[in-house]
């Protein structure tokens, strides 16, 4: 079911990882690089409901769609309870699943967050504002959704479609090497001239950022 639910956000343009269990699930909730998170309630070792309570009570508040077979009004309430965004039951139609997911996905940030960092890169998304250590960094539109777009995936390998598919979604006329050349205006903006080690080129792959100093 992951394998599938993945396949078909993949299909959507989401970038997706899949935890197969509950403590992989909690790592990487915790790394918080994700939009939404889409929890089964019958994992193999920990059961949803506690990853759930777990994650609430490590203060992680991305937005949790709750999937299960177990749809009676007590198993819906318990999951809300324990910290669902929404709670949807086997089986489900799946585009309600990428109706429920992108509702979510546009729910406004919690005070206090939208700060995100790696390293000594901090970027403020509630008041557009990148640093770096103590420097702020004057950055286009588009230069900031890119280095928003590393910094949640920082540590990561992502492709050139992938950064296309979320920085720039659905335009058309968009090509790859556009990619390339926002990356050196990053890399300029960002004092990356002599330190290219930090937004890293993969040679036939993509980019990664690196997670911290």
Do not use: C
Not at 88 to 102: D, G, M, N, Q
Not at 128 to 149: I, P, Y
Not at 153 to 181: C, F, K, M
């Amino acid at each position: 079911m992951a394998a599938l639910i993945k396949r078909v956000l993949v299909a959507e343009r989401h970038v997706v990882d899949i935890a197969p269990d509950g403590v992989s699930a909690i790592a990487l909730a915790e790394s918080g690089s994700h939009d939404v998170v889409v929890l089964d309630r019958g994992l193999p070792d920990i059961d949803g409901v506690t990853v759930l309570r777990l994650l609430r009570a490590k203060g992680i508040a991305t937005p949790v769609l709750m999937l299960t077979a177990l749809g009676s009004v007590d198993d819906r309430v318990a999951g809300l309870d324990a910290g669902a965004d929404d709670y949807l039951a086997k089986p489900f139609a799946f585009s309600e699943l990428l109706a429920r997911i992108r509702a979510l996905a546009r729910r406004p940030a919690p005070a206090g967050e939208g700060r995100m960092a790696a390293g000594d890169l901090i970027l403020d998304e509630l008041r557009h504002v990148a640093q770096v250590g103590t420097r702020t960094v004057d950055l286009s539109a588009r230069e900031f959704a890119l280095l928003g777009f590393f910094i949640r995936h920082a540590g990561q390998v992502v492709t050139r479609q992938q950064i296309l598919d979320q920085v720039w979604g659905a335009e058309p006329d968009v090509y790859s090497n556009v990619v390339d050349l926002y990356v050196s205006y990053l890399r300029r903006k960002l004092g990356e001239l002599d330190r290219a080690e930090r937004l890293r080129t993969v040679r036939g792959v993509g980019y990664t950022l690196k997670a911290e100093d």
